[in-house]
DNA sequence: GGGGTGACGCGTC
DNA sequence: CGACGCGCCACCC
């Protein structure tokens, strides 16, 4: 399964806890490195199965949406994310109150090594 | 195998 | 979180 790091990132993403988001650095980092910032961007452009991965829960840095997300307009991830209850107040989600700080609190950068 | 691209992150201005 | 640049890794041609 896991073969290569875009099927370890959909299971990152895919465990993402309803009512919740994450950060591409954050996915990236409990997939194994969060250098793969972008490396999870492309994933979720691939996006093979928008069903059971819950890309819109996959958000900037800055809790706002991406603009090139490709649902059939940005707009769409709002409602996927208010259908969550998570509000977006100007497209953006409040990080300290819905980020999912599963394992945030516990992670090493691969700079401490 | 080489080169270009990207749904990012962080430092710096 | 205003803008700019560099770095980092994987994928496509």
């Known amino acids: 399964m896991a073969d290569n790091s875009f099927s370890r990132i959909y299971e990152v993403v895919r465990q993402i806890p309803r009512g919740t988001v994450a950060t591409y650095g954050q996915v990236a980092a409990l997939a194994g490195n969060r250098r793969w910032a972008r490396v999870v961007g492309y994933a979720l452009h691939a996006n093979p199965d928008?069903?059971?991965?819950?890309?819109?829960?996959?958000?900037?840095?800055?809790?706002?949406v991406s603009s090139a997300f490709a649902f059939g307009g940005g707009n769409r991830q709002i409602e996927l994310l208010e259908a969550d209850g998570i509000p977006c107040p100007g497209g953006r989600?409040?990080?300290?109150?819905?980020?999912?700080?599963?394992?945030?609190?516990?992670?090493?950068?691969d700079g401490a090594k």
């Open 93 to 109: 989600v409040d990080l300290s109150t819905y980020q999912w700080k599963r394992a945030v609190l516990g992670y090493v950068p």
């Open 50 to 64: 928008p069903e059971g991965i819950p890309c819109y829960r996959v958000v900037n840095r800055f809790g706002e």
